[in-house]
């Protein structure tokens, strides 16, 4: 008896060390991760916050450039009896397709920019940030292509090209050129937004 005694004393003893020693050392691991969840959960709201921001720059400048391109059209002020001298956006398709694409990319910017709060209010929803990141690169293909190939045209109206035979008509029509050179710089403005709501994106998804 005396043994099991001694025993059930032991097992007492070591029990209660459990308590007093190791129940410490298993609760700070539990607070720890709630300190890196909180962390974690901040800097994705962050993120989404600085995405927020950057979709309304982003906005404001296609929407710039389109219609800043959009509203291009200059007349000389002198004419023939039969011809006036008169350079339109219009009238290079190249252009044309410049409005039409910072247009259509103003307008996703306003549609995207529930989702963008939806990540704010809710940082750690995928969702949202993946479809994001799917159509934002889209756009900045569509962005891209619209502002390289507008690029084209105003470096040939500056410059010309003695090869082949194409003048340089920004001499003549100062403001049509100053104002496609500004939609086009706008329109560059977007796509480097756009690159970095893109990134942006990635690394919400990266520490989901």
Known sequence: ME?????AINITSESSKERKGKAPLLAAPVM??????REDRGNKRGIAIFDFVLRLCAMVAALAAAITMGTTDQTLPFFTQFFRFQASYDDLPTFTFFVIANAITSSY???SIPFSIVSIVRPHTVGPRLLLIILDTVMVALSTAAAASAAAIVYLAHKGNSSANWLAICQQYNDFCQRTSGAVVASFIAVVIFVFLVILSALA????
């Open 109 to 111: 910017l306003v549609l």
């Open 32 to 37: 720890v991760a709630t300190a890196n969840t």
């Open 3 to 7: 043994k099991g005694d001694s025993t």
């Open 205 to 208: 998804l990266r520490k989901s």
